[in-house]
């Protein structure tokens, strides 16, 4: 009986926390593609997407980064950036070299979502000065770098 139990605890449920936590990549990686997919078909600036649209999808990304970070796989950290009306893009192109060097282990899109520059802010409407809010759900490791280049490029408030 006791060893059924030390079997069932010790040696199952790690594989059973092995599954959920692959089943949550997997769907974040769907959702997250997607989502990118649909935004640039149909383009930002042509007043489609709408926003509502993709509430959907923004929900379920959001569920499952949060998941990730539950299960001690991401960590969270929310970032304040400077109110500027092109800092967006320049993040963007900031952090090209960081999303390479990370591409082939998380995907593309899943990293633009992990970093919070994806899905939520390509359909985000700017408002003059107010600050550019990122909420980063990231490996410890990655949200180092990404928090060390917020810093060096001056995007931080």
Do not use: C
């Amino acid at each position: 009986m006791l060893k059924t139990l030390f079997l069932t605890t010790f040696l199952l449920y790690p594989l059973a926390f092995a599954d959920d936590v692959k089943d949550t990549w997997h769907e974040l990686s769907i959702v997250s593609q997607n989502a990118g997919y649909r935004i640039h078909m149909l383009g930002v600036d042509t007043g489609e997407p709408n926003p509502k649209d993709f509430a959907q999808q923004i929900a379920a990304i959001n569920k499952n980064l949060d998941s990730l970070v539950e299960k001690g796989i991401l960590v969270k950290k929310h970032f304040e950036l400077k109110p500027e009306l092109d800092i967006q893009e320049s993040v963007i192109k900031s952090v090209k070299k960081l999303v390479a060097k990370y591409a082939p282990e998380y995907g593309i899109y899943v990293i633009q979502e992990m970093m919070d520059i994806g899905t939520r802010q390509h359909l985000s409407t700017f408002v003059e000065n107010a600050p550019l809010i990122l909420n980063a759900r990231m490996p410890q490791g990655f949200l180092n770098e990404l928090e060390a280049l917020l810093e060096k490029e001056g995007y931080k408030k």
